[in-house]
Every structure is written in structure tokens, then in C-alpha cells.
């Protein structure tokens, strides 16, 4: 039987696929104030958990559409901020104490956020913006080991993203990466290694390309005043 809070959306939204399988899972939100959208009849969004003690918070405005909900582990978190929108969209734990932090209004067009591993983190702060394509990982999936002893060279590692962060298509984020606010992510680029704030990276690797920058979702913004350092 569903717990409580899932069994809840499903009354408000029906069309929803929910597998839950385990103890203590809770989904925390306000259902009125979600939303789960379809592209067409045939496409659709899931949740599903197979582990224990488990927590899904979708905060007040959170739109899923055609999106997928993975947790497979226990002790597990997904959080999306208020406003946040998926679209097309799969976030999945694989691993014990994995989390998944999206903040607020952050917009997702297509993307893929596998946090595998025990204890690993992908963070993403408000106000981001990724296009399709995106892949976020903080593990290889399989290992690479030394000749001589058969030890393992490359382990898992978190990921965070700051706020006002804007990932152009096909962008690939490898395990390990912190990326500062305000960069831009040109189109096509793998990101192996930390990027500063106010830049524009391009490239596999990926490169600082541009440094002092942002962006802005208009296409035509007002200049203003340049900001004076404090
Ligand atoms: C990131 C981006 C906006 C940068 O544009 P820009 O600031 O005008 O950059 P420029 O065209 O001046 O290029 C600057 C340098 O970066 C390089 N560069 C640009 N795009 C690159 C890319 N995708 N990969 C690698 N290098 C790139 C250029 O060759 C140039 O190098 P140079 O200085 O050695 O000549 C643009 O490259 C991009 O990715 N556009 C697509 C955005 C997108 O995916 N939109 C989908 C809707 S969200």
C-alpha cells in the first residue's frame, strides 16, 4: 500500500505512476500547490523508491512535466525549491544518504542527475538555468583500477552548482565539479574541473572562456551602472 503522502497526490493527480517499496517514505508538499504536466497522453511522469527512510519534498510551484522521480537506496533526499520546473526531466539516487538539492526557480528543460554512491550530494542554487541534453554525475558508474593492486583510482564526488547558473545544450558535468554563480556553460561542454564565479566555460574540458560576466534570461536587458566593489 502507498504511504499516506504519496497516496494523497495520487487523488489530486491521477495520471501520476507511483511505485513506492519500503518503510518510512514521505513525500512532502502541498499538492494544491504543485503541478504534474504531460506533453501528450502517451508521455509521463513517475515517482519511484525502492529503500527505506526516504524523504521527496517539492516545494510550493514545483512543476514535473514528462519528468521522473529515482530513488533506489535508503536514507535518501530529493529536494526541489519553490518555482522549480523539470521538464523532461530524471533525477535519481542510487546509493544510500544520496541527496538531490534543486533551489528556487531554477528552470530545467531536459536533464539527466544521477547522484550515485553513498553519502554524495548534487547541489543546484536558485534561479538556474539548464537547457536539453544536461547530464550531472558524481560517479563514473564503474571503476577504474591500478594495474598493480587492483585499487580504485576514481571515487565518487559531489557536485554543486551555484545560483544564476545557465547550461547551454548538451552540457556534461562530471563528478567532482563545483561550478561559482553567475557562469555560463557554453553549449557541447564536458565540465572536469571547478569553474569560478562570473565566467563562461567552453570546451571538453571545459575552459574558461570569458571571465566577468553573467546573463540574463531577457534578450535585451537594460545596461546599468557598473557594480562598485566592496
Ligand atoms: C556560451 C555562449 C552563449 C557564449 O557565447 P559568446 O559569449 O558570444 O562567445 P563567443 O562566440 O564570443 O566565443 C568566445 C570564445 O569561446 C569559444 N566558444 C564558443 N562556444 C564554444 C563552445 N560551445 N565550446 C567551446 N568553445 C566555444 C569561441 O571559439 C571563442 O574562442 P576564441 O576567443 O578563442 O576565439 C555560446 O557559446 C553558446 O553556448 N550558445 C548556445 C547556448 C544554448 O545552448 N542555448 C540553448 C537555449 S538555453
Redesign the pocket.
Known amino acids: 500500500m502507498l504511504p499516506d503522502s504519496f497516496a494523497k497526490l495520487l487523488e489530486v493527480w491521477p495520471d501520476l505512476i507511483i511505485e513506492v517499496n519500503g518503510d518510512d517514505n514521505v513525500l512532502r508538499c502541498d499538492v494544491e500547490q504543485i503541478q504534474f504536466l504531460r506533453h501528450s497522453p502517451a508521455s509521463k511522469n513517475t515517482i519511484t523508491v525502492n529503500g527505506s527512510h526516504n524523504e521527496i519534498v517539492i516545494e510550493d510551484g514545483g512543476t514535473l512535466r514528462d519528468s521522473h522521480l529515482i530513488v533506489e537506496g535508503s536514507h535518501g533526499k530529493i529536494t526541489l525549491g519553490a518555482k522549480t520546473r523539470l521538464r523532461m526531466s530524471a533525477i535519481k539516487l542510487r546509493g544510500n544518504h544520496c541527496l538531490v538539492e534543486i533551489g528556487k526557480d531554477t528552470t530545467i528543460e531536459s536533464a539527466k542527475m544521477l547522484c550515485q554512491e553513498d553519502g554524495r550530494l548534487i547541489r543546484i542554487g536558485d534561479d538556474c538555468?539548464f537547457?536539453e541534453g544536461i547530464f550531472i554525475r558524481t560517479s563514473d558508474s564503474h571503476a577504474i583500477v591500478t594495474v598493480d593492486t587492483g585499487e580504485r583510482i576514481n571515487p565518487a564526488r559531489d557536485v554543486v552548482i551555484g545560483r544564476h547558473v545557465?547550461m547551454?545544450?548538451d552540457v556534461k558535468i562530471n563528478k567532482g565539479v563545483s561550478i561559482g554563480d553567475g557562469c555560463?556553460i557554453?553549449?557541447?561542454?564536458v565540465v572536469v574541473k571547478d569553474v569560478p564565479a562570473n565566467c563562461?566555460i567552453?570546451?571538453n574540458p571545459g575552459r574558461v572562456?570569458?571571465e566577468g560576466v553573467t546573463w540574463s534570461r531577457a534578450l535585451n536587458p537594460q545596461p546599468r551602472a557598473p557594480l562598485k566593489s566592496v
Not at 557554453?186 to 561542454?189: L, N, Q, R, T, V
Open positions: 538555468m537547457s545557465w547551454g545544450r555560463v557554453a553549449h557541447g561542454s563562461v567552453g570546451g572562456i570569458k
